[in-house]
T-cell receptor
Framework: NAGVTQTPKFQVLKTGQSMTLQCAQD?????MYWYRQDPGMGLRLIYY???????DKGEVPNGYNVSRLNKREFSLRLESAAPSQTSVYFC?????????????FGPGTRLTVL | GENVEQHPSTLSVQEGDSAVIKCTYS??????FPWYKQELGKRPQLIID?????GEKKDQRIAVTLNKTAKHFSLHITETQPEDSAVYFC??????????FGTGTSLTVIP
């Protein structure tokens, strides 16, 4: 049971390049989330998916797209990276059943956009 | 949406003393309030949480209190130890499953 996994761990992009951040969970959780964490800003929600086949915008969705490929996987895509998207990105999941709202976080992806 | 404010942003205490971190939220519909500890370069880890139908919860040296009327909740750490040094985040969960986080408190426990 690996929990929540993210790839890659580190990435450097040039302005305008695109990339996809991958997230997978093996806990059969329904809801999945993408956050970005900037110094002094806490975690801010980019997108979330309450269940397979649904996605919704969070606080800071501009410049990002997501795809809930199946129940396990939730990917985040940057179509044209900008320096303002330099951040640490965390994926998380929660069961949404069984009476718990505990979020399980992945290890994070540290992204630098030059 | 929800707005969560967290204070203080930095906190230094002597080992063995207590530490208190406070958060306020804006939307009375929020119903779940977790606290996370994050060490440098690591992922956030849940340390304690409380639901809106409970006023206080304790787990060994850590406790959380919730005042729904005033819309604020607090983390209390007693008998602090150097390994408690980390950044602590509060959060509030909206009924729509969205989480809103505070901006974090950097706690330093001085041996």
């Amino acid at each position: 049971n690996a929990g929540v996994t993210q790839t890659p761990k580190f990435q450097v992009l040039k302005t305008g390049q695109s990339m996809t951040l991958q997230c997978a969970q093996d806990m059969n959780h329904n809801s999945m989330y993408w956050y970005r964490q900037d110094p002094g800003m806490g975690l801010r929600l980019i997108y979330y998916s309450a269940s397979e086949g649904t996605t919704d915008k969070g606080e800071v969705p501009n410049g990002y797209n997501v795809s809930r490929l199946n129940k396990r996987e939730f990917s985040l895509r940057l179509e044209s990276a900008a320096p303002s998207q330099t951040s640490v990105y965390f994926c998380a999941s929660i069961p949404t059943s069984g009476g718990t709202d505990t979020q399980y976080f992945g290890p994070g992806t540290r992204l630098t956009v030059l | 949406g929800e707005n969560v404010e967290q204070h203080p942003s930095t906190l230094s205490v002597q080992e063995g003393d207590s530490a208190v971190i406070k958060c306020t939220y804006s939307d009375s519909a929020s119903n779940y309030f977790p606290w996370y500890k994050q060490e440098l370069g690591k992922r956030p880890q849940l340390i304690i949480d409380i639901r809106s139908n409970v006023g206080e919860k304790k787990d060994q040296r850590i406790a959380v209190t919730l005042n729904k009327t005033a819309k604020h909740f607090s983390l209390h750490i007693t008998e602090t130890q150097p390994e408690d040094s980390a950044v602590y985040f509060c959060a509030a969960k909206w009924p729509g499953n969205q989480f809103y986080f505070g901006t974090g408190t950097s706690l330093t426990v001085i041996p």
